[in-house]
């Protein structure tokens, strides 16, 4: 699977919020951990729903999670 | 690879239960049924140790249809040879028929139960998984849609003479295996598509 032009800062994110795991994450974001690694990864870009549960999990605004990969195809 | 595998060893597992190759001590749906729940008794034991060890252990929703390549495979297998043996003249109420009957849903009923030895109500399936599986949906369509053409084609080119001694049982269990092999072909793009998703990988499941 390509590369998603979406990126996301969702490691960083996670290490800020006390180390969370992936695993607490993917519960609190209802999703499975596979996703949250696809997701880290930059392999899968999430639904715009998924993308705001994210983004509430670490009290951010999806814009500040989210961001268009500046190398991408527009 | 490793999906190809789990399609042969399954499938070569089927031929055996149902061949007069071997005389099995108990009746072969028992014997596969205990070989589907030791099969699974492994296979939840070996996740539980990657998931404790390397943290990329198949989420549920892939177990999941891992479980349906190797129990659509193996029932699949065992029908097919079954039905090769019986020949095109398969009647409903006879010695063979039976046979097939009692084992193919005794294997039913371990494929039932090994799904439950393997569940572990987490997450079902979240969007990635639906995406997947709906990409593997719409390409086993056409292998559907494919295999019913071509049995069509078959069945209306096919001489008269040679139609004839075809029993509905017969027909019917051909019907059966189009949409075993489309199941087969839905699993099998659905595990092409988390490995793809796993960037390639070949230990992927």
Redesign the interface.
Known sequence: MSASPVGNHLRRLRFDHGEMTQDALARAAGVTRQTVIALEAGRYAPSLELAFRLARVFGKRVDEVFFWRDDAAD | MRILVVILLSAACGVLLAGPWIDWPFPPGQIGLVLMLAAALALRRYWARRAARRGDE?????REVWHGLASTSLIGAQIATALYLAGPGLALHSTQAHALGATAWTLIAGAVASWFILHRR??PR????LAIAARAHRLSGHVLATLVVALALLLGFTPPARLQPMSHVFLAHLLLMGLVLASLAHHALQLWGYR?????REDAG
């Open positions: 198949p989420g549920e929703p892939e987490e997450v979240d969007e990635r998984d793809d998703d796993a960037g390639g």
